[in-house]
């Protein structure tokens, strides 16, 4: 299996984070424009319903993931400034080898998070 896959879980609250809006951005080789590829929302395990990019899709380059964290902590009621210390929280990444998955899981509270490159 190739692709691009994220999930992401909420540390406050020992939950997947659903409904946690995402956006996938790439550079087109030397430019330094972002190009939007896709947008989604994550389930109820916190994941996606399809991957971000298939595995037909997948191309070398750099993405950039842009997770909508401060909508989804607002929604849980939680006490946090306006505006919240995190709010969107982008991830960039490079892509080289174009025949293994690729899986960008992002754990978060409302004060700190972690990325890693995930099985």
Not at 23 to 47: A, C, F, H, M, P
Not at 58 to 86: M, Q, W
Request: negative net charge.
């Amino acid at each position: 299996m190739t692709g691009l896959t994220t999930h992401i879980l909420d540390l406050t609250h020992g939950l997947p984070a659903s409904n946690v809006p995402i956006e996938l951005y790439s550079q087109d080789g030397n430019s330094t424009e972002w190009i939007l590829l896709k947008t989604d929302v994550t389930n109820d395990d916190g994941r996606l319903d399809s991957p971000l990019v298939s595995e037909k899709e997948i191309k070398a380059g750099c993405y950039e993931l842009v997770f909508h964290i401060g909508t989804y902590f607002r929604s849980k009621n939680i006490d946090l400034p306006d505006p919240p210390f995190l709010d969107k929280i982008p991830v960039r990444f490079n892509i080289v080898d174009t025949t293994v998955h690729y899986h960008v899981p992002l754990l978060v509270s409302p004060w700190g998070y972690q990325v890693y490159r995930g099985s």
